[in-house]
């Protein structure tokens, strides 16, 4: 027995423990993109790999009282929706989850997932809601423009396996640009070929990022200039210099502050017409055709006005904030990233935006400094969700109209469900599929205040 889990049953990887299999068809994709299906005893039963109508034999690697996981080892039938994934290491790496189905059909899972949650977690009605079918891409291939890689004590470099913290490497993955990829194959080799250089066995993680122009930042994690010697950040900007997309490279304490190795201090990028400046510490939407479709949604649905008074929460670099600022009469964005705040207040002189302030601190904490009402509140928070604070202080705030952006849809429906009960209605949903091939959905709720609360 497991003693750290009250539901475990058994340990199935046991050398003395039989591998049990059997015999199941899949029923659903659940919201990591796993098929479900039920065993004898009614066990929900969890196989990756595996999709809708399928049959097929599987082994049992978790099992708990309620629920369990198994492997997948062969199909009977394949689903009419079944693909063959275009990448080489999809079967093992833990990029992607949904390669096997068809892009189409993962854009119906999503609104599904999507569905789901908010009723079944938040207590939704969404008989009188407009739901609308998921946005996707017209090319769902090579959008990213940050990825993070790993790399071990041997030298691979690559994203993190399945259930693992063991690297997976790739020769191309199809979710960035050729061009990072040929930055990825450039460290990857050159670390490769000094891998006697002192100091260069200490580089474990590497982030990559790249503007829609195609210029790229680099940035070593938990490494400064005192962290290695000389000749080994010599070797790091010979390395990277020689291609010119590279506009700087960077390393990140172990306290989270960054340090320009060389190049320059920021990425430009252009959203909706507003030109913004990245550092490496901005939080920036990772697909930047999506972004574009995503936030037109939320600008169009907050219906700002000249008279709007604007909180926008979780601000990031002021991407949403000032595009709010143009319609309305002032904004306010609340961040508690201190890097982030600064490059908001550089992007909102740089666009000539000036009724917009910027504050910079814990949203519970800053919220409570403003006594002005807000007309609409913009929320836009981390996979957490928001605060309890911030929902009181939106409780006692009450904005006609709130919109609410989320990459969780499983706290999105935990804060909206709470809401709804201060007499807040959802009106619209729109789930964006900001991630293709992964599991991962955000979506974008619209409510006004209703003024009757539920009993």
């Not at 200490?202 to 122009?213: G, L, P, V, W, Y």
């Not at 002032?330 to 909102?348: C, D, H, L, S």
Request: hydrophobic letters at 35%.
């Amino acid at each position: 027995m497991n003693k750290n889990s009250k539901n475990s049953v058994g340990n199935i990887n046991s050398k003395n423990e039989k591998k049990e299999t059997f015999e199941i068809e899949c029923l659903r994709l659940s919201t990591d993109g796993s098929g479900v299906g039920y065993d004898g005893e009614g066990r929900a039963t969890f196989i990756p790999g595996m999709l809708p109508g399928e049959r097929g034999q599987v082994l049992l690697t978790e099992k708990r009282k309620s629920w369990q996981r198994a492997q997948l080892l062969s199909l009977e039938n394949n689903a009419k929706e079944r693909v063959n994934p275009p990448c080489r290491v999809f079967d093992i790496c833990g990029g992607c989850q949904l390669q096997h189905l068809s892009y189409a059909e993962t854009l119906k899972w999503k609104e599904r997932w999507v569905r789901d949650t908010l009723e079944r977690i938040g207590k939704i009605d969404l008989e009188y809601v407009d739901v609308y079918t998921t946005i996707g891409m017209d090319e769902p291939w090579r959008y990213r423009n940050k990825v993070r890689l790993h790399r071990t004590a041997v030298g691979e470099l690559g994203y993190y396996q399945k259930k693992s913290r063991k690297t997976v490497e790739f020769p191309d993955c199809l979710l960035v640009s050729e061009s990072m990829n040929g930055w990825i194959r450039k460290i990857r080799e050159g670390l490769g070929n000094v891998s006697t250089l002192d100091g260069l066995q200490q580089i474990r993680n590497i982030t990559f990022r790249e503007n829609s122009k195609g210029e790229g930042m680099v940035i070593f994690d938990s490494l400064t200039k005192s962290d290695i010697p000389t000749e080994a950040i010599q070797f790091l900007g010979e390395l990277l210099s020689d291609d010119p997309k590279i506009q700087s490279v960077w390393g990140i304490d172990k306290r989270g502050i960054p340090e320009l190795w060389w190049g320059q201090e920021f990425l430009s990028e252009e959203i909706l017409g507003l030109t913004y400046k990245l550092s490496p510490l901005a939080f920036l939407q990772v697909n930047p055709l999506q972004t574009q479709k995503l936030y037109s949604t939320a600008l169009d649905w907050a219906e700002i006005t000249k008279q709007s008074r604007v909180w926008d929460l979780y601000c990031g670099i002021g991407t949403i904030t000032l595009a709010l600022a143009q319609k309305a009469d002032k904004v306010w964005g609340i961040e508690e990233n201190p890097y982030a705040v600064e490059a908001a207040r550089i992007n909102a002189d740089q666009n000539n935006i000036s009724n917009v302030e910027f504050l910079q601190g814990k949203v519970e904490d800053i919220l409570q400094q403003i006594t002005e009402k807000p007309d609409v509140v913009v929320l836009d928070p981390p996979r957490a969700g928001v605060h309890a604070r911030v929902l009181n202080r939106l409780k006692e705030a009450k904005p006609e109209r709130i919109v609410y952006i989320s990459c969780d849809p499983g706290t999105l429906a935990r804060d909206v469900g709470k809401l709804q009960e201060e007499g807040y209605r959802v009106r619209r949903v729109q789930p964006v599929d900001m991630f293709p091939w992964t599991a991962h959905v955000e979506s974008i709720i619209m409510m006004t205040y209703s003024g009757q609360k539920d009993k």
